[in-house]
């Protein structure tokens, strides 16, 4: 994999993850809870989210809601144009039938009321969605004309429904006539949504089919005012009539009977195009008022049909701008050719291609001047997003990660080929992942039509990549790239996505490191969704309410086993009643989180956890009856555990007293069977950051999910002292001398409860005792774990521990050391040997011969000064002498002893550089510094040049957090993980063991002087003795 995805990694994080996991909660942050569930059990688990959906609906201005509800009031309105003036002039009496249109549009407009009062808007140059302040500015704008055309609405169909039909009384009438004149009003409310058809054309339709759209419009709207002057024109008559005056209608032979609805209408439009066009026409005002409405029909036609002319002529010239624009630069791009004598075929590719690239500037051309930098990558996001929703690995990050997704869309680079130009090429290396979109390409000169967008080189995001294959385009095409260094960058910032990113791409490395995926251009489906679903984050998302800590219960009937419970199960083992199968089906049963498919076990933790409890628990039951065979059942003859090391295990399980202690024995049993699952991610995902540690997250589950461990519920007190004193001493840290006598400390520190303390010690081996057991079913029957070879070390450690009541933490620790060189062979003569065997430990050196004799190679190459730094840190009890603690030193050497390119020897010299560096970050006034090193124990595994690794302390820093310093490798060693070895070691490191060299020869000088001294002073004394 690439450098920089470890530094991805190690800036991920489990809270990350855990607060994303919070804000996917069911029901979070919604605010009408009980009325959602309501909604969920009528429209099944999918309709929870529902009002929801509506909220966010009517918030946005341009969802598809409001779209088709603006649509639905532009017709309304173009609706009550169109008829109400031909109501109001030729006085159309209500009816029952258009009395039924009139409700259905009384009650849009009341519904429209409180969805206008929950409607985001737009103000200087953001979306406003605050529920106040669009309250707030409905109520200072729309609000009172609203209000008032819907009493209005309201009391017409009142009237309609008391006076009947035709048959209306003359004062209902003139009532109905002048409310519907007075509703003609609401057509002020046109220009509101015509703006959001304006904005909505603008975003959907190309440029061409705008101007053209835009043109129609001003022809409509001017036919729409054309429309109601012809029907004012005839009431304008009608009124004559009544008033006894002259009018154009009697003195035409227009009036009503006389000619049919039809000739009348036709007639006042043919009038008032008359009056704004040269259409000559015999009608002419007879009287003062039908002047008057000529004359301001005439000032309307120079106003507004002239502004009309003037729009639809400057969309015109727009359209004819855009033609001239494409035509200059096409004859200057034709101009260059000629000048250059380029020959015609060439030539006419080019000039092809450049039609192309206009006809595609034409439509996508954007001044990103005048827009924000978030807005500009929101936009690529609308327009590549679709491309990459088609991967499951980019449809997780779209749906989890919004931000993220939106910045992989702007790092995409896109790149116009033309027809048969080569995408990739066989045998060539790739660092980046080619999208093409739909369309014909000859894939290795095969020819292929993709349906969908395609992806390629995914591998290339994960590690240097080599194509399989060669990729052509048939036609002028566009082909995105993204490369694993911008795929990094994006998700670098958010740890969550970053941790996601990462495990996908190691699951992707291994399956190509293991055989079982063959690199390729086009990476089999089944795989990518195998290596995305096996990733925290998907399991996360995809979390079911089951395997939620607050919802999870045991689905099963089940009695948590008491104390006489065990007692009896201990006596028919002992007695030999029970074979170790049917041991472990009675296990099962006792304690629930062991059961299978429905256990706690299960549902939250691998299956192999499951039977690691299951070997602990067997294994302690054997421990306590004194079974040798069936313990050893599981093991290898040729590395079986001799009868001699099963008696010092029966002896320690008699120092303990744990056989007269049937409480504490029940203790144990709940503790092996629920210690496992503080290892589970599904469980750690759950847990706040601060109980992160495997005792943590399992106190952390007994205190808020005492449903998730039913069988802690009889011994809740002990098992929190036991889980505390767990995480407090860990005795496999003890087992490599990884930990300091300061920690036996803390041990003792509870020795005020010496039985717990006695059990504890216990539970720990125990719980080795079934690491193997995950191997297989049969592992669960004993201990495959504790054989021969790997109980030799531990049982020194337990020896050593049985002395922690009567010895110090100083003399049980270093005790064990010295146990340990013996065993090992090493010859301790002086202080320094002793530090050696510790170093040995930590090397997890188990046994006498080649390796020890090689790390004893490698530390007599260490020069003085250097291994003085060493020896002085190893013997640090971290209380009366000040010290380092590294956790992870082990995994580090283990990874230098396997790494070809570091060697045990070069991880010691960065050790001493390390100690160092460490001290003077705090100083000398802490008795103990920890500092961890997971991330350079990672990068020791990886790293592929000595002189990189040489130099990783030039670029890596000490972060201090919780007063513990984290050892950050930082981008630039990750990114020089694959460089080979080239580089020298910096002068700042020369410099610094020169100066650590001068320090020792200056302490050897001083030491030197001092015995000078010394001796000078004695024959001083010894003279003047003899001149007495």
Same mark, same amino acid.
């Given at each position: ?247 154009? &209608? %009697?003195?035409? /032979? ?7 609805? @039809? $000739?009348?209408? =036709?007639?006042?439009?043919?009038? !008032? ?96 001047? &005048? %827009?924000?930098? /978030? ?7 609308? @327009? $590549?997003?679709? =491309?990459?929703?088609?991967?499951? !690995? ?97 998700? %670098? ?14 699951? =992707? ?248 303390v006695r059990a504890s010690l216990v539970a720990a081996f125990a719980l080795m005792c079934g690491i193997m057991g995950g191997a297989g079913v049969d592992g669960t029957f004993g201990s495959k774990f504790m054989d021969k070879s790997n109980s030799r070390a531990i049982m020194m450690s337990l020896a050593c521990l049985q002395n922690i009541g009567d010895c110090t933490c100083q003399e049980v620790f270093w005790g064990y050391i010295m146990t340990r060189a013996r065993a090992l062979g090493i010859r301790v003569s002086i202080i320094d040997d002793v530090a050696f065997a510790r170093l040995a430990c930590l090397c997890r050196i188990q046994n006498p011969g080649e390796e020890i004799q090689h790390l004893a190679s490698v530390w007599n190459s260490l020069d003085n000064p250097d291994r003085h730094v060493l020896v002085e840190n190893l013997l640090a009890d971290g209380m009366y002498q000040s010290g380092i603690l590294f956790l992870y030193l082990p995994f580090c050497l283990a990874h230098a ?132």
């Amino acid at each position: 994999m690439y450098g920089f995805w470890e530094e991805v990694h190690v800036k991920s994080s489990v809270p990350a993850l855990q607060t994303l996991l919070e804000n996917n909660k069911p029901g979070q942050n919604r605010r009408n809870s009980v009325i959602e569930a309501i909604v969920a059990q009528t429209f099944g688990r999918h309709g929870g989210g529902l009002l929801t959906k509506i909220d966010a609906a009517i918030k946005e201005p341009f969802s598809a809601f409001h779209i088709g509800w603006s649509f639905l009031g532009l017709l309304l309105l173009l609706w009550d144009g169109i008829t109400m003036p031909m109501a109001v002039a030729w006085d159309w009496q209500a009816t029952r039938f258009s009395f039924v249109p009139e409700v259905l549009k009384l009650c849009y407009w009341l519904m429209d009321m409180p969805i206008s009062l929950q409607t985001g808007y737009a103000a200087h140059g953001t979306m406003v969605t605050s529920r106040k302040k669009m309250a707030k500015r409905y109520l200072r704008t729309w609000f009172g004309p609203d209000l008032c055309m819907n009493s209005i609405d309201v009391i017409t169909v009142s009237i309609t429904i008391i006076a009947g039909d035709v048959d209306s009384t003359l004062a209902w009438a003139r009532l109905l006539r002048f409310l519907r004149a007075f509703r003609l009003l609401r057509l002020v409310k046109f220009r509101q949504f015509e703006e959001k058809l304006d904005a909505i054309i603008g975003f959907s339709a190309m440029q061409y089919v705008e101007l053209f759209i835009a043109v129609v419009k001003t022809f409509a709207v001017l036919l729409l005012f054309v429309h109601m002057l012809g029907c004012a024109w005839y009431l304008v008559g009608r009124a004559g009539i009544q008033w006894g005056w002259e009018n154009w &209608l %009697i003195e035409y /032979r227009f009036e009503d009977g006389r000619e049919p609805f @039809s $000739r009348q209408y =036709l007639v006042c439009i043919h009038w !008032v195009f008359a009056q704004i066009t040269p259409a000559p026409l015999k009608i002419q005002p007879m009287n003062s008022m039908e002047q008057g409405f000529n004359i301001f029909v005439i000032i309307f036609a120079l106003v507004v049909v002239g502004g009309s002319i003037s729009r639809i002529s400057a969309t015109i010239q727009q359209v004819l701008k855009l033609s001239a624009e494409s035509n200059q630069k096409k004859r200057q791009v034709n101009q260059y050719l000629k000048s250059n004598r380029i020959d015609l075929q060439l030539s006419t590719r080019i000039l092809h291609f450049v039609d192309h690239a206009l006809g595609r500037r034409k439509t996508a051309m954007l001044d990103t001047s &005048l %827009i924000t930098e /978030r807005m500009r990558k929101e936009l690529n996001m609308v @327009s $590549r997003g679709p =491309l990459l929703l088609s991967n499951i !690995v980019f449809e997780l990050i779209d749906r989890a990660f919004k931000m993220v997704f939106m910045e992989v869309c702007d790092r995409l680079k896109v790149e116009m080929l033309e027809k048969g130009e080569i995408i990739f090429k066989k045998a060539n290396l790739s660092h980046a992942m080619y999208i093409v979109r739909p369309g014909t390409y000859y894939l290795d000169d095969v020819r292929q039509v993709f349906e969908e967008p395609k992806f390629f080189a995914e591998l290339a995001l994960c590690a240097p990549f080599l194509h399989s294959s060669s990729l052509q385009c048939k036609n002028i095409a566009d082909v995105f790239t993204l490369s694993g260094r911008d795929f990094a960058e994006c998700t %670098i910032d958010v740890p969550a996505c970053g941790s996601f990113v990462y495990q996908y791409c190691r699951n =992707l490395c291994t399956a190509v490191n293991n055989g079982k995926l063959f690199p390729k251009d086009e990476l089999p489906l089944t795989f990518r969704e195998e290596a995305c679903k096996s990733t925290n984050c998907w399991q996360m998302l995809n979390l079911k309410d089951t395997h939620r800590i607050e919802h999870f219960f045991v689905d099963a009937n089940y009695q948590v086993a008491s104390v006489q419970d065990i007692e009896d199960l201990l006596n028919m083992v002992k007695a030999g009643q029970l074979q170790a199968p049917e041991m472990c089906t009675r296990l099962e049963g006792m304690f629930p989180e062991v059961m299978p498919m429905v256990g706690t076990h299960a549902h939250f933790s691998l299956p192999a956890e499951r039977l690691r409890a299951l070997a602990a628990l067997a294994s302690f039951i054997y421990l306590i009856v004194d079974r040798y065979e069936e313990f050893t059942a599981p093991q290898k003859l040729s590395n079986k555990l001799s009868v001699d090391t099963w008696k010092k295990m029966q002896d320690f399980i008699s120092w303990s007293g744990i056989r007269s202690m049937p409480d504490w024995i029940h203790c144990v049993m709940v503790f092996l069977a629920i210690k496992g699952l503080g290892k589970s991610e599904k469980l750690l995902l759950q847990v706040p950051g601060a109980c992160q540690g495997p005792e943590s997250s399992v106190i952390y589950a007994l205190q808020h999910a005492p449903r998730l461990l039913p069988s802690a519920s009889s011994v809740e007190s002990r098992i929190y002292d036991m889980l505390a004193t767990h995480k407090e001493f860990n005795l496999g840290q003890f087992l490599q001398a990884e930990n300091s006598p300061a920690s036996i400390l803390c041990l003792q520190g509870h020795s005020h409860d010496g039985e717990g303390v006695r059990a504890s010690l216990v539970a720990a081996f125990a719980l080795m005792c079934g690491i193997m057991g995950g191997a297989g079913v049969d592992g669960t029957f004993g201990s495959k774990f504790m054989d021969k070879s790997n109980s030799r070390a531990i049982m020194m450690s337990l020896a050593c521990l049985q002395n922690i009541g009567d010895c110090t933490c100083q003399e049980v620790f270093w005790g064990y050391i010295m146990t340990r060189a013996r065993a090992l062979g090493i010859r301790v003569s002086i202080i320094d040997d002793v530090a050696f065997a510790r170093l040995a430990c930590l090397c997890r050196i188990q046994n006498p011969g080649e390796e020890i004799q090689h790390l004893a190679s490698v530390w007599n190459s260490l020069d003085n000064p250097d291994r003085h730094v060493l020896v002085e840190n190893l013997l640090a009890d971290g209380m009366y002498q000040s010290g380092i603690l590294f956790l992870y030193l082990p995994f580090c050497l283990a990874h230098a002893k396997t790494n070809e390119h570091v060697g045990v020897y070069a991880m010691l010299m960065q050790l001493v550089e390390l100690t160092a560096l460490a001290q003077g970050r705090i100083g000398q006034s802490a008795a103990l510094i920890t500092v961890n090193l997971s991330d350079l124990a990672t990068f020791t595994s990886t790293v592929k040049s000595k002189a990189v690794f040489n130099t990783f302390l030039e670029h890596a820093e000490l972060i201090e957090q919780d007063d513990i310093l984290y050892l950050n490798m930082s981008s630039e060693n990750w990114s020089r993980v694959d460089d080979s070895d080239t580089q020298e070691v910096p002068v700042s490191t020369s410099l610094r063991r020169i100066t650590r060299k001068q320090n020792a020869v200056q302490k050897a000088i001083d030491s030197l002087q001092s015995q000078v001294s010394g001796i000078q002073m004695h024959f001083a004394d010894v003279l003047d003795d003899m001149d007495l």
